[in-house]
């Protein structure tokens, strides 16, 4: 049976937590980079990054916030989407209620995978939409809904 000194040198998560990396950027594999991204730039409200604009044909291309505290990089890659997503964006309207959103997406070229609206009873759920390659995500209640619930 292990002594409490055995422990002494691996201190519990909660004392001194230090961060060890960060995420640099979110990377997406698609077919054509330079449209995804321009069509991600229109949800997000993303721009270029400063000198090193996207153009057609370029194999990458990265997008950023206007203050560059985030980026998304597209990565053109020779094999179609396979499968669900493993990791998917939660989006949450920042001007606009969830039900305008979806509506906004779906005019620019979003397709409704699932609608899970009230799923926990009204007020609750979300909608699961696909970008233009197929690449799913959420549309979540925004903040303004949220606290009227």
């Not at 449209?35 to 291309?61: M, T």
């Not at 620019?108 to 609206?117: E, F, K, L």
């Not at 759920?125 to 606290?147: M, Y």
Request: proline share 7%; with cysteine.
């Amino acid at each position: 049976m292990p002594s409490k000194n055995d422990f002494a040198a691996h201190p519990p998560l909660t004392d001194h937590v230090r961060m060890t990396s960060r995420i640099s950027h979110t990377s997406m594999d698609c077919a054509n980079a330079y449209e995804l991204s321009e069509w991600w730039k229109q949800v997000l409200g993303y721009i270029d990054v400063p000198g090193d604009p996207n153009e057609p044909g370029h194999d990458e291309c990265m997008i950023q916030t206007s203050d560059g505290s985030d980026y998304r990089l597209f990565i053109e890659v020779p094999e179609p989407k396979q499968a669900k997503n493993r990791i998917h964006f939660d989006l949450r309207p920042t001007d606009r209620t969830q039900a305008e959103e979806v509506e906004r997406l779906l005019s620019i070229g979003a397709t409704q995978v699932a609608d899970h609206r009230g799923i926990y009873g009204p007020g609750s759920g979300w909608v699961t939409l696909a970008d233009p390659e197929g690449n799913e995500f959420c549309i979540l209640k925004s903040d303004a809904e949220r606290q009227q619930s």
